[in-house]
């Protein structure tokens, strides 16, 4: 029972982690460059929610219908905020240097990380920003009596939607991808930059719009973990970040399902290690399965092997 209850734990923090993790995948799956900003859209976007929350004063005695509508109202406008910082941060730190050599934009987006931090630091304070839970409902799915007491297995109304939501988005990104006109724009730019165009291709428009789709997604994920736990602060985006990150590169960099698998696996092992060892060395655990695993598969569990242009 315990472990069926970590399981679930696992596969929502999994589940936060692949969405972030997707908007990783796809701007290096593009244009070949690692944003590590983008945690930091994350945690702009959880910000976000917080701000707007409280503009709402919504809280869990509200009707549903109000909560819906609020909600939804919170996604879109954190989607909105955590999309004009990406288009910024591309605009600003990337475009300049998109011919330079690969170590520039990558100084750029640490630089812009640190800018993000400090820019809601500042504004916000640093301090951690809670919040009580506006949907606390869940459902027990078994219960046990060990001695004295009562041990329950649950499954929250917010695990569902985080889990469910997070397959629903994977897969509709994924056909995008594969079947529009944007995602075979970005397929070109993935393969030869100057070919797509010369073929007629916005290459400039592309990155832009993968960005914001990639904020987007971090904007999402942003929200949910908010929702979850209640609480973020303007650091939450760098943790969030190096984990999402690591999970790109356990599925295979450059693949959705790939960035979303990585992104339940690092979320399982936290989550198990926690549970059965040492809180304090979760983070270790995860790293080692991710060297293991590239030892013997350096492009990932579903990535693909790079193939050198002669």
């Known amino acids: 029972m315990y472990f069926l209850q970590q399981l679930i734990n696992g596969l929502t923090l999994g589940s936060i982690y692949g969405l972030i993790a997707i908007g990783y ?74 011919g330079s050599f690969r170590l520039a934009p990558l100084i750029s987006s640490i630089g812009m990380s640190i800018v993000l931090q400090e820019f809601v630091r500042i504004a916000q304070e640093g301090r951690s920003k809670p919040i009580q839970p506006i949907i606390k409902d869940k459902f027990v799915l078994m219960t046990k009596s060990v001695g004295t007491q009562d041990f329950a297995v649950t499954l929250s109304y917010m695990q569902i939607v985080i889990i469910l939501s997070t397959l629903v988005l994977m897969t509709v990104f994924t056909l995008i991808i594969q079947r529009t006109a944007l995602g075979r724009a970005q397929r070109a730019c993935e393969q030869d930059t100057k070919m797509a165009a010369l073929l007629g291709i916005n290459v400039d428009r592309t990155i832009s719009i993968t960005f914001i789709l990639g904020a987007i997604l971090a904007a999402f994920a942003g929200f949910m973990f908010f929702m979850y736990y209640n609480v973020t602060d303007f650091h939450v985006g760098f943790a969030a970040g190096i984990k999402a990150f690591t999970a790109a590169v356990l599925g295979g960099i450059g693949s959705i399902p790939g960035a979303m698998l990585g992104g339940m696996l690092i979320g399982l092992i936290e989550v198990m290690w926690s549970a059965y060892f040492s809180v304090e060395y979760k983070d270790v655990a995860a790293f080692t399965i991710l060297v293991l695993v590239l030892i013997f598969m350096p492009q990932g569990l579903l990535g693909k092997p790079e193939v050198e242009k002669i």
């Open 25 to 98: 995948t796809m701007v290096y799956g593009i244009i070949g460059m690692i944003n590590f900003a983008h945690g930091d859209v994350f945690m702009v976007g959880s910000i976000t929610t917080f701000i707007v929350l409280l503009m709402f004063a919504l809280t869990g005695g509200s009707g549903p219908f109000a909560i819906a509508l609020a909600l939804a109202l919170v996604i879109a406008i954190s989607m909105a905020v955590a999309a004009t910082f990406n288009w910024t941060i591309e605009r600003v730190a990337y475009r300049p240097l998109r």
